[in-house]
């Protein structure tokens, strides 16, 4: 770590490399392991993080162990013994001046040193459900999810999201401390709130995605990285909770949105839109993969939740090899039955563009200004982009020029303000 950029060699760039592909594949199970035997997530990080630091100390010099994941688990776990046997040295000479004034014979500490030494098992799930625990702010689970989970440094994860670094820092300590002091136990949550803890798991993991899928902010359209990061974390929840179809409609719906990224940012970075984009630079692996998923989800025979409705929706476009043969009025037939599921002005709206492509656009325009008028919305720069283009297709084209010119201006990335912007300037033409 103190060896400056231009002096490493090309042997210790290749160590380095090979240790953070090492650390975002087996991050969450060493965290999860040590969170076990300590009890403590925030503390079973920072023995990670430990280990990560002598790794990068140590393999650049004498080369990449045979077990890289186990030399990981190794180390933190003899800094957890140590620093276990420090406090239990303290805690014995404070029992036995107890015992020498009660007469009581003093408690043994050396059984927490052998549960502390024992074999660390899979409690991926405990630190899934814990990372994104009911008591943590949402900005908090996302981003100890990322920490503890994905693998993300503090930077990555400051980048990713547009904020400082030291917000992001910030946030992962408050999270940690904020388990630490409302003493949440590493455990599954009860039979009775397993749904509902999901949910919020499930939650964060969209969220991550969307995030990469569509950004908020910033220069870029989108940020692949955190689709990556996003569906990796889906697929380990698939792995751990397999007979769960809202996990399975989740990584379906991922898969499928993902597949279109390529084809989603033009040669110059420029946002393009979905009835724009080459259907050839779809990956069509991508999709294969999330129209299996979602077909395990449909088997399964449960009422499906709103990521499988989703990802049903993302599949009509998937089937699709020119944007005139999606199936508008399945579209449409699906929204309806997701804002039944999951009511939101957002899926409503997302329902009147459904509609103004199935039934024509002053159908979808009614359902758009019925959300406009009960000022659901009104800083969103979709809602208006939606009307300019239902706006537009009717033939209205001074108010959808008016309409993309207020989503311009509300917007907060740049590749999307220049898409509204030049709509608005060609509404103004025509």
Known sequence: MSRSTTSRSPEDDRARRTIEAIWRIESGR????LARVTGDVGV?????QEALVVALEQW??????????GWLMTTAKRRAIDAHRRGATFARKVEILRSELTHEPPVD?????DALDDHVGD?????VFTACHPVLSLESRVALTLRCL???STEEIARAF????????QRIVRAKKTLSDRGVAFELPAPDQLSERLSAVLEVVYLVFNEGYSATAGADWTRPALCQEAMRLGRVLMGLVPDEPEVL???ALMELQASRLPARVGAGGEAVLLPDQDRRLWDRLLIRRGLEALSRAERMGKPLGPYALQAGIAACHARAARPEETDWGRIAALYEVLVQVWPSPVVELNRAVAVGFSRGPEAGLAIADRIADARQLVTYPHLHAVRGDLLARAGRHEEAAQAFSEAAGLTRNDQERALFASRAAAETRS
Not at 60 to 69: Q, R
Request: no cysteine.
């Open 30 to 33: 060493l965290v999860a392991g």
């Open 44 to 48: 079973a990080e920072d023995l990670a």
């Open 60 to 69: 650049p010099a004498e080369g990449v162990p045979p077990n890289p994941a």
């Open 109 to 113: 500490s050396e059984e927490r040193v």
């Open 123 to 127: 409690d991926l799930l405990r630190l």
């Open 150 to 152: 994905a693998g993300l």
């Open 162 to 169: 547009l904020v400082p670094e030291s917000t992001a820092a």
């Open 249 to 251: 409609g989740l990584v």
